[in-house]
């Protein structure tokens, strides 16, 4: 059975294979992850269909094609000879053979023994992983087989290693790695990841076609906070979820938008389309970079679904689980600087929107309350917008009920 590179996406067009998680030559069996490919939105994985053994058709570090192959699953190795023991399983049949009889599970130190001394690899009892073959195998079976050929392999050639068709020092030195000064080099150059090359298009795409512009405020976050500490033991009992701050946001955010209804919509050649729904991105940083996936009809969503549906997109982020889908669509964004301590920033643009939210790190800062200074926990927010859309007047409005929300917030939970 082929392996190929599946469509993963209508703009997507080829990708980058990251990983292979087995050796050429190993044994898999179906539903075992198996490589990794990353393209300019997404990373998946593929997992073995069928059971059999692998043949790597395409090195790590490689640039690949939608629907090229890349692999290959041979499944006649479980129906041949006897049984072939694994780690996960026992199986029927030696490892499978190619075209000119050596095995695909040999090494090729082995399949240079098989060459030379016509063995038949289907008779070799293999002990390496997953049953191959190796050139121990080979020797003691052809000393077996043929007394007096034994001398003809010296001690040098049994103990060849048992290199791989694609050693792991060599597919490495292909691959992206995250910097590392090297000493007495000036300079290090590194390609970058399809992603990375995504996100520098988009951002610099956000600066040349919009009209960008950020307005600030600040939040005191202290009725959320004693909300959080107050109901949070018996929301986790009753949701199974945590209460974080990125619901109260979400929800404030929903309620502002159907008051400013321009931040939720977009421009699409010299109209103005309105969305009468909220589907709201939420910005994760991954190992590859900045994601942004979609939490869908956040406004009719309660504060544990909320909840549930963010842990669930950053466990996809993690795990590299995320689809083209989670990314599509979205009316309006939210990026939490304050996870990494920043204090204040401009975000960009997640375009086609026209609208989004930057919240930063909660800081103890003296304020005035009622003639006198007192210590309050508070965030900046910045709201980044479209001009060509959304007047200062709208921008100004929907961040200043943002912020009511947030230091009241009884309202947005009595309501969900």
């Known amino acids: 059975m082929e392996i190929k590179v599946p469509e993963v996406g209508e703009s997507v067009y080829e990708g980058l294979l990251v990983k292979w998680h087995k050796r050429d030559g190993d044994m898999v069996y179906k539903d075992d992850p198996i490589c990794e490919i990353e393209t300019d939105k997404i990373t998946i994985e593929l997992n073995a269909e069928v059971d059999g053994i692998l043949t790597i058709r395409v090195r790590e570090g490689k640039t690949v094609k939608i629907g090229s192959v890349i692999g290959v699953i041979d499944e006649s ?39 030379e001394h016509v063995l038949k690899p289907e008779q070799v009892r293999g002990t390496g992983k997953g049953g191959r073959v190796t050139v121990e195998d080979l020797y003691q079976h052809l000393k077996a087989e043929r007394p007096g050929a034994g001398g003809e392999i010296t001690e040098k050639a049994k103990a060849e290693p048992e290199q791989e068709e694609f050693p792991p020092q060599e597919v490495r030195s292909e691959m992206p790695e995250p910097y590392r000064s090297v000493e007495g080099e000036r300079e290090t ?31 005191d976050m202290g009725r959320v906070i004693s909300l959080r500490l107050k109901h949070k033991e018996d929301f986790r009992k009753k949701h199974g979820v945590s209460l974080g701050f990125m619901s109260f946001f ?14 939720n919509a977009r421009i699409e050649s010299d109209d103005i389309i309105y969305h009468n729904f909220h589907d709201i991105g939420i910005a994760i940083g991954g190992d590859k970079g900045l994601v942004v996936p979609v939490i869908r009809n956040a406004g009719s969503l309660h504060f544990a679904e909320i909840e549930k549906a963010v842990d669930d997109l950053v466990e996809k982020v993690k795990n590299n689980k995320l689809s083209i889908s989670d990314l599509e669509g979205g009316t309006f964004s939210i990026t939490n600087g304050g996870v990494y301590g920043s204090l204040l920033s401009t975000p960009m643009l997640n375009p086609p929107q026209s609208g989004i939210l930057g919240m930063h790190a909660i800081q103890d800062r003296p304020v005035a309350r009622e003639g006198r200074v007192v210590i309050r926990p508070m965030m900046y927010l910045a709201f980044t917008y479209d001009h060509r859309i959304i007047d200062g007047r709208q921008a ?13 917030p009884e309202e947005m939970l009595l309501e969900g």
């Open 77 to 115: 190795a479980f129906v041949k000879g006897g049984p072939v023991k694994s780690g996960k399983k026992d199986v029927t049949g030696p490892p499978a053979t190619g075209a000119a009889g050596v095995g695909v599970g040999i090494s090729p130190a082995g399949r240079k023994m098989v060459r």
């Open 189 to 219: 150059r590194k390609p970058m990841t399809p992603i990375r090359k995504r996100i520098a298009e988009r951002l610099l795409a956000a600066r040349q076609q919009t009209a960008m512009l950020t307005t600030f405020n600040e939040a």
């Open 250 to 263: 979400i929800k404030a955010c929903v309620e502002a938008l159907q008051e400013y209804p321009e931040v």
């Open 396 to 408: 100004v409005g929907f961040l200043k009920r943002v912020k009511e929300l947030i230091e009241e």
